[in-house]
């Protein structure tokens, strides 16, 4: 017997999905960013570097190395996230 479509559980547009994935994916590439200045990464590491131009430099490729990470699966943050909003949207996957 068929299910009746009134019963089926709401299907996500293919829009709205790629904007929650985005956002999830964002959010995680800040995380992964914050994380990883506190642990020192992309810090001046000899007295003869580039100055405060260096500084402003490396954190910007402490964010693009965190994207890039956040967009290859990252620790799996940006999924959870996917999901959460994907709940409070009230649309099944």
Request: charged residues 20%; proline residues 3%; hydrophobic residues 45%.
């Amino acid at each position: 017997m068929l299910t009746p479509i009134s019963s089926a559980e709401p299907v996500m547009p293919r829009a709205q999905e790629a904007a929650l994935r985005r956002t999830a994916v964002e959010f995680e590439a800040a995380f992964l960013a914050e994380m990883m200045s506190h642990t020192g990464f992309g810090a001046a590491r000899t007295e003869q570097g580039g100055g405060a131009g260096e500084d402003a430099f490396a954190s910007l490729l402490a964010k693009e190395h965190a994207r890039a990470f956040a967009q290859q699966g990252g620790i799996g943050l940006a999924e959870q996230i996917f999901q959460s909003l994907a709940q409070a949207e009230g649309i099944g996957q």
